[in-house]
């Protein structure tokens, strides 16, 4: 009985593979034709689209061929149109090279009948001069020099006078035309000079800030001087102080330091050294807009920012007592007003009156003279050789090479020689106290050296790790000696040496 419903599940097992397999192989046919009609359908669409595209290309082709015919033939006639014109031009100039020709022929025929007369002319001349000699009895030399020799003696003396009365009047012409040049020059510029001084009055709010800037002991006013360099006299006028040196550097450094420390409050020696910082950085801002400002005033835009710098510094330095800034602006006036009365280049005596005496800016710290280290300084920046030779020769180290080097010289001299702009005496003493702070500063381990009441006293400050307490002794008779060996003074010369050690650590 088993056996009978096993072998029925396999035959029904079997009957049904043999289905499904014939089932499978119906499908898969049917879906084989439903993808042949498919591929079929995209064949005959894609054969449509490409007739399409064929018969576009071809519409197309045709247009293009239609167009580039349209194009040659419009060439073709504009090739026919500029050959005409051509030819016509052709025919135009074989008919001027045939009046060309034409003329030529006929100057040849008119110079060869001009030579004919001229040899004419010639034998004619020379047949009536021998004549002439044999008439005279004289060659043709021997009558030209009897008709020189009577004129010369007829009119020599007459010649003299008149080239000797010519000569005086051209000289009298000439010496009035500078002097009136001169003169409108001078009173078109009509500036104010005041001679530089070597103190400055700083005024107080009240006698109460003058113990507060001494401070106990005096340690305030000593770290302010030091700082500085300036000597501040503290007497008994109100409400005010001096503040004295020889260089006006220094002495606007100290005043602007005072103005900060009152304005502060706190007058102590860490807050002086700090605002004395910023004065000086002040003071370099003030140098560059000074600088700035001569050029502005003068017109001259196209000077480079390093020769403004150089300018500004000008603005403290002073030459016999006045100051150097305003001087060359004084002189690029005039050599201004000079030159165009003179009708030269304006624009290069303007600018050299104004650079004549850059050198000084740098005379301190370089080797050389003031004209010398101009030339070096303005040929590094790029200055054109037009100013550079106008302003070499203004004392007269270098040759007079043109017309606006000798209106510079000019200009330089008429502001230097007018009443009240400058003083020897004055001159003399700023290099007498320049001298002293050089000898000082040339000893080793000497850090800074200033020069105080009015040159009677010189403040030495040294470096403490390079000198000791003895070496201070010793140095400030070595300072002693070579000042008495090389220099010339009334009176005595204090020397002190300051030498000052500091210890700094931070708590954190």
């Keep these: 009985m088993v056996n009978e419903q096993v072998f029925l599940l396999v035959v029904l097992f079997c009957l049904g593979g043999i289905f499904g397999y014939f089932l499978r192989q119906f499908l898969v046919s049917k879906k084989a034709k439903a993808i042949e009609q498919v591929i079929k359908k995209q064949l005959e669409e894609a054969k449509s689209k490409a007739a399409d595209i064929v018969l576009k290309a071809q519409e197309k082709a045709a247009s293009l061929l239609e167009k580039s015919a349209a194009e040659e033939k419009e060439r073709k006639n504009q090739l026919i149109k500029a050959e005409e014109r051509f030819l016509e031009k052709e025919e135009s100039l074989e008919k001027q090279l045939l009046e060309i020709r034409y003329k030529d022929e006929q100057n040849q025929k008119m110079a060869k009948e001009l030579e004919a007369k001229k040899e004419e002319i010639d034998n004619l001349r020379n047949e009536a001069i021998n004549q002439l000699e044999k008439i005279s009895g004289l060659s043709r030399e021997e009558a030209k020099n009897l008709i020189l020799k009577d004129v010369k003696e007829q009119y020599q003396k007459e010649l003299s006078q008149g080239l000797e009365k010519l000569d005086k009047e051209r000289r009298d012409e000439l010496e009035k035309k500078a002097l009136d040049i001169i003169t409108t020059a001078i009173q078109r510029l009509s500036r104010s000079q005041v001679a530089a001084v070597t103190t400055t009055t700083f005024d107080l709010k009240n006698e109460d800030l003058k113990g507060k800037i001494i401070g106990r002991e005096g340690r305030n006013i000593r770290a302010l001087e030091k700082l500085t360099g300036v000597e501040l006299i503290i007497d008994e006028t109100p ?144 200055i054109s050789e037009e100013v550079i030779k106008a302003i070499e020769s203004h004392h007269e ?71 000791d307490d003895f070496g201070a002794l010793q140095l400030a008779r070595d300072i002693a000696l070579k000042i008495e060996s090389e220099l010339k003074y009334p009176g005595e010369i204090k020397v002190t040496i300051i030498r000052e050690t500091r210890a700094v650590e931070y708590a954190k």
């Design 239 to 382: 409400d005010s102080l001096v503040i004295s040196s020889f260089d006006p550097v220094r002495r606007e450094i100290a005043r602007l330091a005072l103005e900060k420390l009152i304005a502060d409050g706190r007058i102590q020696p860490a807050k002086i050294e700090e605002k004395v910082e910023e004065a000086k950085q002040e003071i370099n801002k003030r140098i560059f807009e000074e600088g700035e400002k001569a050029a502005y005033e003068l017109g001259i835009y196209d000077l480079p920012k390093e020769i403004i710098q150089l300018l500004g510094r000008l603005y403290f330095r002073t030459s016999f007592g006045q100051n150097i800034l305003l001087h060359s602006i004084e002189t690029s006036y005039l050599a201004t007003m000079i030159a165009s009365e003179l009708k030269l280049n304006v624009d290069v005596a303007k600018k050299a009156g104004l650079l004549h005496d850059i050198g000084k800016a740098v005379d301190y710290e370089a080797e050389g003279s003031h004209v010398e280290l101009g030339r070096k300084i303005l040929k590094k920046y790029g």
């Design 397 to 467: 180290e270098y040759p007079f090479s043109t017309s606006e080097s000798f209106v510079v010289a000019a200009a330089d001299a008429i502001s230097a020689a007018r009443p009240g702009a400058r003083r020897d005496s004055l001159e003399n003493y700023l290099k007498r106290l320049e001298e002293l702070e050089k000898v000082a500063t040339s000893f080793k381990g000497v850090k800074n050296a200033y020069a105080i009441s009015a040159g009677r006293e010189l403040r030495v400050f040294v470096e403490p790790e390079k000198i």
